[in-house]
């Protein structure tokens, strides 16, 4: 196994070229070049590609595939990150990584390119994720990519970059409350927060279950220290947060209040989604025995089998009967609006009791947080509103 520089490293700024730390002997590298300049303006929630481009100026060959020479995250992952390569090997890693893109041993004197899916998060600011080579050894520049996210307006509370990360920097750790869920009835438990390795031994790194539905609340959820995605899971067996159980986490947690539907495909997936499964073959999604975040890339992250960045066969490995359940999130309220004289009615089905509704005279605002008592028909929320004789008015649905 590689050496995992997670933690306490020294991060430096880079530019579009930056000469190595070492001299011209064993593993060494020149960055030529990145695809995202540090500083880049992007859109909230949107998904974009960084590749960085390196001369091999050392003495060795580089060898392709994940378990090859590889570009590793140092640190933690603040954008999303989602490797385009997937971890052949369980849980042997559990940060993400890129492969040489072209596939190819990179011979001394050679280019090699490395590149990785990332999310900018719902909140404007300044993100970045480091990065460093890794063969035998860590060598070569730490490299970044800093996205300056935008003031978007998004009125969205499931925050997919900050769910992905959350899989990314805590699948092979204790959930930050300091519990890990040993089987159906206890838990083993650590100081809170300390990024304490998970347990192992037979039935926990060996097994699927119980604590994959604790795992999965902290990653689309709002736990206690690290938030996740957003969504209020709630915890039903405290002191440990969110739900243990993976058919209560599917069916009491997400579906049935609307946060999420069944799909019937992979490609119907978004990068913070679940996947629920029945491994005796049964197709009941109200007899789940697992759960696991989709991170995007035919990728997954989960506890007890503390993996990341492993296929969803992966969990089929040892049996053909497994059956999955594909459960996507949906992001934001579609809001309908209809007009009848000078009373416009809006109408929005999903469950998010955070919403309000703000309006603004223009656009880019000012908005204005509206009072109002909201009329219910079914799932199905119903507010009028009394429009403007002249001039325009326009609404939006946002977090308070």
Same mark, same amino acid.
């Given at each position: 196994?590689?050496?995992?520089?997670?933690?306490?490293?020294?991060?430096?700024?880079?530019?579009?070229?930056?000469?190595?730390?070492?001299?011209?002997?064993? =593993? !060494?590298?020149?960055?030529?070049?990145?695809?995202?300049?540090?500083?880049?303006?992007?859109?909230? *929630?949107?998904?974009?590609?960084?590749?960085?481009?390196?001369?091999?100026?050392?003495?060795? /060959?580089?060898?392709? &595939?994940?378990?090859?020479?590889?570009?590793?995250?140092?640190?933690?992952?603040?954008?999303?990150?989602?490797?385009?390569?997937?971890?052949?090997?369980?849980?042997?890693?559990?940060?993400?990584?890129?492969?040489?893109?072209?596939?190819?041993?990179? !011979?001394?004197? &050679?280019?090699?390119?490395?590149?990785?899916?990332?999310?900018?998060?719902?909140? %404007?600011?300044?993100?970045?994720?480091?990065?460093?080579?890794?063969?035998?050894?860590?060598?070569?520049?730490?490299?970044?990519? #800093?996205?300056?996210?935008?003031?978007?307006?998004?009125?969205?509370?499931? $925050? *997919? +970059?900050?769910?992905?990360?959350?899989?990314?920097?805590?699948?092979?750790?204790?959930?930050?409350?300091?519990?890990?869920?040993?089987? &159906?009835?206890?838990? %083993?438990?650590?100081?809170?927060?300390?990024?304490?390795?998970?347990?192992?031994?037979?039935?926990?790194?060996?097994?699927?279950? =119980?604590?994959?539905?604790?795992?999965? !609340?902290?990653?689309?959820?709002?736990?206690?220290?690290? *938030?996740?995605?957003?969504?209020?899971?709630? +915890?039903?067996?405290?002191?440990?947060?969110?739900?243990?159980?993976?058919?209560?986490?599917?069916?009491?947690?997400?579906?049935?209040? *609307?946060?999420?539907?069944?799909?019937?495909?992979?490609? #119907?997936?978004?990068?913070? $989604?679940?996947?629920?499964?029945?491994?005796?073959?049964?197709?009941?999604?109200?007899?789940?025995?697992?759960?696991?975040?989709?991170?995007?890339?035919?990728?997954?992250?989960?506890?007890?089998? %503390?993996?990341?960045?492993?296929?969803?066969?992966?969990?089929?490995?040892? +049996?053909?009967?497994?059956?999955?359940?594909?459960?996507?999130?949906?992001?934001?309220?579609?809001?309908?609006?209809?007009? %009848?004289?000078?009373?416009?009615?809006?109408?929005?089905? /999903?469950?998010?009791?955070?919403?309000?509704?703000?309006?603004?005279?223009?656009?880019?605002?000012?908005?204005?947080?509206?009072?109002? /008592?909201?009329?219910?028909?079914?799932? /199905?929320?119903?507010?009028? #509103?009394?429009?403007?004789?002249?001039?325009?008015?326009?609404?939006?649905?946002?977090?308070?």
């Amino acid at each position: 196994m590689k050496p995992h520089k997670h933690f306490g490293a020294v991060l430096f700024c880079i530019g579009t070229f930056l000469a190595t730390n070492t001299g011209f002997a064993g =593993d !060494s590298a020149l960055l030529l070049s990145v695809s995202i300049t540090n500083g880049t303006p992007v859109v909230p *929630r949107s998904m974009f590609i960084q590749t960085w481009t390196f001369t091999n100026n050392g003495t060795t /060959t580089w060898t392709p &595939g994940p378990n090859g020479y590889t570009l590793d995250m140092v640190g933690l992952d603040r954008l999303g990150a989602i490797p385009l390569d997937t971890n052949v090997n369980g849980g042997t890693y559990h940060f993400p990584r890129a492969a040489i893109n072209s596939g190819k041993k990179i !011979s001394p004197g &050679g280019i090699a390119s490395y590149s990785m899916d990332f999310i900018a998060p719902e909140i %404007s600011g300044s993100y970045t994720d480091s990065f460093q080579l890794n063969g035998t050894n860590w060598f070569g520049p730490t490299v970044t990519v #800093q996205a300056a996210v935008e003031p978007g307006g998004n009125t969205n509370v499931f $925050d *997919r +970059s900050r769910t992905v990360s959350f899989a990314n920097n805590y699948a092979a750790y204790y959930c930050p409350d300091g519990y890990f869920w040993t089987n &159906g009835g206890n838990w %083993s438990t650590v100081t809170p927060n300390t990024f304490t390795p998970v347990p192992t031994g037979a039935g926990i790194d060996g097994g699927v279950g =119980d604590d994959c539905a604790h795992f999965v !609340s902290y990653c689309i959820g709002n736990g206690p220290y690290v *938030r996740g995605g957003g969504i209020g899971i709630p +915890s039903r067996a405290t002191p440990t947060y969110g739900e243990p159980g993976a058919a209560r986490l599917v069916t009491a947690c997400l579906i049935n209040p *609307r946060y999420a539907v069944e799909v019937s495909s992979l490609s #119907q997936l978004e990068p913070g $989604d679940v996947i629920g499964w029945n491994w005796e073959g049964n197709t009941s999604i109200s007899n789940l025995d697992h759960v696991t975040l989709y991170e995007g890339n035919n990728l997954t992250a989960s506890h007890a089998v %503390s993996a990341e960045d492993v296929g969803p066969t992966y969990f089929q490995s040892t +049996s053909s009967s497994w059956v999955w359940h594909l459960i996507h999130i949906l992001d934001y309220p579609t809001l309908w609006t209809t007009r %009848s004289g000078n009373k416009m009615t809006f109408m929005w089905t /999903t469950n998010w009791n955070k919403y309000a509704l703000y309006s603004a005279p223009a656009v880019n605002g000012p908005w204005t947080k509206l009072t109002f /008592t909201l009329g219910k028909l079914g799932p /199905t929320n119903i507010l009028t #509103q009394t429009m403007p004789s002249t001039g325009s008015i326009y609404y939006r649905l946002q977090m308070p």
